[in-house]
């Protein structure tokens, strides 16, 4: 197989086409401040049906202990960590709690059908685009954000970019990439049908950001 | 650039044969607006039919025989979108590497379609002497995307204040001509030459106008194929006619 | 000319059959109007046109390099990478990956690359079971059809049609037309076949060779759910797919996802660089990428041609492609239809398998106007006309060149030319042609199907110029 590398390699430094500028940092200076990145961030998550709310930074357990279980949702998942901690701690008696705390293959059935929603943090918030960024990780792993029917994400208000391409620069991204990246822009969906929109398909069918400020 | 004196113009092959009248109509508007309009008698062809099938030898050998016709420095005027992309946008590909292209090159820096010439160079003023009429505007892919004039066609039209122009939809869209196309894949052509026809209809137009013959061979010649449908004309004609 | 002949019939299948047209009308036209108003000011449009080009171009100026790269940086982070030269040796890679591992079940993500190297089938004949999870691929794959499209393969489907192929497939779910419902019932099938799955595997969007990143775009969460929930994830990309740097990627995807559907991002963006690792809990425990050559390597030795491989699968061009709305995508019969397929399939197939396939194009232009990257798809495209009926124009290594030359067209075209070169023989055959026009027939062929014969005038404007006093010189 190392043949089929070389003759592939080789084959293309034969004729090698002719040099071209490389490209510049792509930069989309928006010169937004917190309160415009808020809105913008807000209102293309409810553009595709993301629900997005302000919550004081203390007060973000409370507003899930009476938002969530009228919605027929009561067992949480939670990963390690402050979050978890925090919520375990506060969590209201009319939710089963479950710690994500074993590997995946030991627990597959339910988590796949026995799980409502999930609390994740987040790493930061795209405000042009409407997105979250989740850095997956041990305390809270990357199907948290993925298999349960609500996904409840928590974004701090001072952690929101602009672009995707302000946050990869300013945060060095090329240094060192985690095994998993995601920009979460709103519940899952499809058109593949005639071409009209259809929510909640493989992925979250809703999605909750907190904007903890 | 301040109006010339004189012009070259460039017939076209499918004027030349099929529709002298919008080319004379073209050499008569810019012959009236002072311009010296000369016709050089040995002009064939740019060489397009060839080189969109593939056969690029002969294209050039046509494309090749016009550049004596057009030597001196002075605009040479296409009444065809079609045509003039061809000699602006595919000559220098055509005659990369000829020891022609020079030439070549500096017929095409000087290369206008008709309308862009009658706007961008000679700012014509045009009054309208005609009577109240509702027309719709088909520009041609190469008039659209390879020479940007259809903004030129539009002004023109704009001045003439009892001509209404309605718009058809999907007006960007290909009418099927193609050249060799409409008869290498005469059934696509055909479904493409319907939709448009269908479109130009439902605007309830008397007349389309068009700056390719190419383009008005195809609707026009379906029009007339499905037994009714507004006349078509080249906007020189229109443009002539208007204001005569 | 036997590939002409069995694209007529399937041409001639597509346009006879309207619900399909009438299909392709609105769903074309849908997509078009989204993506227009992601792009409000043509400036940006313009600007950013640019740059996706630059990168894409630079990318492939680099390519050995960023692939040395890429398998370097994958390499260290414990990602395993394989070279596969064709169909038959990427698939046989990929087999046995799955065999190793005792991998039975496969839960698939979209991959256009898979289509190419027929991977389904492969693996079915061998006994391992394959499912589509994208529910586009996944209601053709219940009808065994190949895609129509590259971004939305059932687009040709209504939802009577997927209603019908549901109560087929599921006979124990109540029937029903309705979009939402349907899209549960797929939520519902497909979700323990993610979870009890042995494998994954995925195409991916951009390979970043500085971080040794797979980046895959999706709406629905299967791509991420067939990339996380099983043990084993193996992805297969062509090898043109490689970009330089971390920063190449939010201006691609910005103009992909715009593009492609009209979005201003997809609901996810999956960055792959690692299996999972010792103290993670979920992730495939092995990752493997494909790499995949199928022709690429040749076509990039091209210089004109090479700006093909710039493609990023947007599918902007056969959504404004006026022939690919008449037809639909299984008329091509290719794996990429519409100007991608007709500038890519003869490159990759060669002119004597796809050549005729150039012939589904007005040059209208359409198509390389909306293209992210500004690949100049009517320039190739005529190109690859040339190609296919001289085959002494150039040496480059392009199988079947001059294989659709035909003795009875060249002759026509010399005899043109010299007609054409000529002056005074091009001026006696339009004083014939004006004289006697009404030998003219009334029937021209296949023109005349549709449209009225067109006449030589009664003078020539020749003629006319000299009559009105236009000088010669």
């Not at chain 1, 991204?173 to 009209?196: V, Y």
Request: hydrophobic content about 40%; some cysteine; charged content about 25%.
């Amino acid at each position: 197989m190392s043949d089929t590398r070389d003759t592939i390699l080789s084959r293309l430094r034969t004729n090698r086409p002719h040099a071209v500028p490389a490209p510049d940092v792509y930069r989309k200076p928006l010169n937004w401040d917190r309160e415009q990145c808020i809105t913008s961030f807000t209102e293309r998550m409810q553009a595709v049906r993301g629900e997005v709310h302000r919550v004081g930074r203390n007060a973000w357990i409370d507003w899930i202990n009476t938002e969530i279980p009228c919605r027929d949702m009561t067992r949480a998942l939670i990963g390690h960590g402050a979050i978890a901690e925090n919520f375990a701690a506060g969590a209201s008696a009319a939710f089963e709690l479950t710690r994500y705390d074993r590997k995946i293959e030991e627990w597959k059935d339910v988590l796949f059908h026995e799980i409502d929603f999930a609390i994740t943090g987040s790493l930061a918030g795209l405000a042009e685009s409407g997105s979250l960024v989740l850095w997956p990780d041990t305390s809270e792993p990357r199907l948290m954000s993925l298999a349960p029917p609500l996904h409840i994400a928590l974004l701090e208000a001072d952690r929101l970019y602009e672009n995707f391409a302000q946050m990869i620069e300013q945060e060095d991204w090329a240094d060192g990439m985690p095994t998993n990246a995601l920009l979460i822009s709103g519940p899952s969906k499809t058109a593949d049908i005639e071409q009209t929109l259809a929510y909640g398909i493989h992925g979250p069918k809703a999605l909750i950001t907190l904007i903890l400020e | 650039m301040p109006a010339p004196e004189r012009a070259y113009f460039f017939a076209t092959c499918l004027i030349d044969l099929l529709y002298p009248k919008a080319g004379l109509a073209g050499m008569q508007l810019i012959r009236r607006a002072g311009v010296e309009v000369i016709f050089p008698e040995d002009q064939t062809c740019c060489g397009q039919p060839a080189f969109n099938s593939g056969y690029r030898d002969e294209a050039l050998a046509v494309a090749r025989a016009q550049l004596a016709c057009f030597r001196r420095d002075i605009p040479v005027v296409v009444p065809s979108g079609s045509c003039a992309g061809m000699i602006k946008a595919h000559w220098p590909e055509l005659f990369a590497g000829q020891p022609d292209e020079a030439q070549a090159l500096a017929v095409a820096a000087r290369t206008y379609e008709l309308t862009e010439f009658l706007v961008d160079v000679l700012d014509i003023q045009l009054a309208d002497l005609g009577e109240p009429v509702k027309i719709a505007v088909h520009t041609s892919c190469s008039a659209r995307r390879e020479m940007g004039v259809a903004d030129c066609i539009q002004t023109l039209l704009a001045q003439l204040d009892k001509v209404e122009v309605l718009t058809q939809d999907r007006e960007a869209e290909c009418c099927g001509f193609g050249g060799t196309f409409a008869v290498k894949q005469a059934d696509i052509a055909g479904a493409m030459v319907k939709d448009k026809t269908d479109a130009l209809r439902a605007t309830g137009a008397e007349r389309v106008i068009s700056q390719d013959c190419g383009c008005l061979m195809n609707i026009g010649g379906a029009f007339e194929h499905q037994g009714d449908g507004p006349a078509t004309q080249h906007v020189a004609e229109f443009l002539l006619e208007r204001t005569s | 000319m036997n590939q002409t002949r069995e694209f007529h019939h399937r041409i001639d299948d597509a346009l006879h059959n309207d619900q399909l047209r009438s299909n392709f009308r609105s769903a074309m036209t849908g997509v078009m109007e989204r993506r227009a108003q992601q792009f409000p000011d043509d400036d940006q449009l313009q600007a950013l046109r640019e740059q996706a080009q630059a990168v894409r171009a630079n990318s492939l100026v680099k390519q050995p390099e960023l692939l040395e790269r890429l398998e370097q940086k994958l390499t260290e982070n414990g990602i395993q990478v394989h070279w596969a030269e064709g169909s038959e040796q990427a698939n046989a890679i990929i087999h046995g990956i799955l065999e190793a591992a005792g991998a039975k079940t496969v839960v698939k993500g979209k991959s256009m690359v898979s289509e190419e190297t027929e991977l389904n089938q492969y693996l079915e004949q061998r006994g391992i079971q394959i499912i589509e999870s994208d529910l586009g691929e996944y209601i053709i794959q219940l009808a065994k059809e190949p895609p129509s499209h590259i971004v939305m393969p059932a687009v040709h489907k209504n939802r009577f049609e997927v209603a019908e192929l549901f109560r087929e497939f599921h006979p124990d779910i109540p029937y029903t037309e309705d979009v939402d419902e349907l899209t549960q019932t797929a939520r519902q099938v497909l979700r323990t076949r993610f979870a009890n799955a042995d494998a994954g595997v995925s195409g991916v969007n951009f390979a970043v060779a500085e971080t040794g990143t797979l980046c895959l775009v999706e709406n629905e969460g299967n791509g991420r759910l067939s990339t996380t929930a099983p043990r084993l994830h193996i992805a297969i990309t062509g090898i043109e797919k490689v970009v330089e740097k971390l920063s190449d990627v939010p201006p691609l995807l910005e103009i992909l996802t715009k593009s492609a559907t009209g979005q201003p991002i997809t609901t996810y963006f999956n960055m792959i660089s690692r299996p999972r690792q010792p103290n993670e809990l979920d992730g495939p425990e092995a990752v493997h990428l494909v790499l995949l050559d199928n022709g690429r390597s040749r076509i990039r030795v091209d210089e004109e041609l090479l700006d093909t491989l710039r493609c990023i699968r947007c599918g902007a061009c056969i959504n404004h492609c006026p022939v690919y709305v008449q037809l639909g995508g299984h008329a091509y019969g290719t794996v990429y239809p519409g100007p991608i397929g007709i500038a890519l399939e003869p490159q990759r197939l060669g002119l004597d398998q796809a050549g005729t396939l150039t012939s589904a194009c007005t040059m209208c232009g359409a198509c390389a106007e909306v293209c992210p990257v500004k690949i100049p798809l009517p320039k190739l495209i005529n190109r690859l006309r040339a190609e296919s009926v001289n085959e002494q124009r150039t040496t480059t290594p392009l199988s079947g060149r001059g294989s659709l030359r035909k003795p009875s067209e060249a002759t026509i075209w010399k005899l043109w030319s010299r007609l054409n070169s000529h002056p005074r023989l091009y001026r006696m055959f339009t004083f014939a042609a004006t004289r006697l026009r009404w030998l003219t027939p009334g029937k021209l062929g296949a023109w005349t199907r549709y449209r009225s014969a067109p006449r030589p005038a009664r003078q020539s404007l020749h003629d006319l110029a000299r009559k009105e006093g236009f000088s010669n010189e």
